[in-house]
């Protein structure tokens, strides 16, 4: 069991700090959540589109990786130098910080939010890169059970990240909507994804 801790909590943390930023589909959750409106549903839908995605990664492009050394190798070298460009946009984001700021306007309807969240969610080439590509090809550097704690602690970072912003959108509005709240945030993501970065470069060294 503890061997599984330690792919669970690189899963969890690698998948908060792809998830965590400024965007349109955070700032929407952070709106319903706000007017209380279809909050349950809407960060399910969010947290689970997530979690098929990062699942097909991690089963699909984990086990083609997986199979070769070469690729095995690409990827690790291919997600370091990611991880350091996303590490070094967070640190951008940290010396120049913005601010979360709910919409004013939009849907109002179940069916018109649902809608709006999917697009928000899948028309976002990101969210492919982040949970197929990158989580699903870094699974690849586990097996078995490791690789399926991996994935559960990426996935968990959403739902996590999700309901909590959903609920607690009253209580996270007036923090985030300071600069130097996300200052401190993308400062912290910044360490997390370097840190990543260069296990994954201390791997592929160490063979």
């Not at 919409?103 to 969610?121: E, M, N, Q, R």
Request: hydrophobic share 60%; aromatic share 8%.
């Amino acid at each position: 069991m503890t061997s599984l801790l330690a792919p669970a909590i690189s899963g969890l943390l690698l998948g908060g700090s792809l998830i965590v930023a400024i965007g349109a589909q955070n700032a929407f959750i952070l709106r319903q959540g706000l007017l209380r409106q279809h909050v349950f549903i809407l960060c399910l839908i969010c947290a689970l589109s997530d979690a098929v995605l990062i699942g097909l990664g991690v089963a699909g492009l984990g086990a083609i990786i997986s199979s070769s050394e070469l690729l095995i190798a690409a990827v690790t070298l291919g997600g370091a130098a990611f991880l350091a460009v996303y590490a070094a946009m967070a640190l951008r984001r940290a010396l120049s910080p913005s601010a979360l700021t709910a919409a004013k306007a939009g849907p109002g309807s179940l069916k018109a939010a649902v809608l709006t969240c999917l697009a928000f969610t899948f028309l976002n080439p990101h969210v492919y890169l982040d949970t197929v590509l990158l989580v699903g090809g870094l699974s690849a550097r586990h097996e078995g059970a490791a690789r399926l704690a991996f994935a559960l602690g990426a996935m968990s970072a959403s739902f996590l990240w999700f309901f909590g912003l959903g609920y607690g959108a009253r209580a996270l509005e007036p923090l985030f909507a300071r600069p130097s709240a996300w200052r401190v945030l993308d400062g912290l993501i910044a360490l997390v994804m370097a840190a990543l970065s260069a296990s994954l470069i201390a791997r592929f060294l160490a063979g």
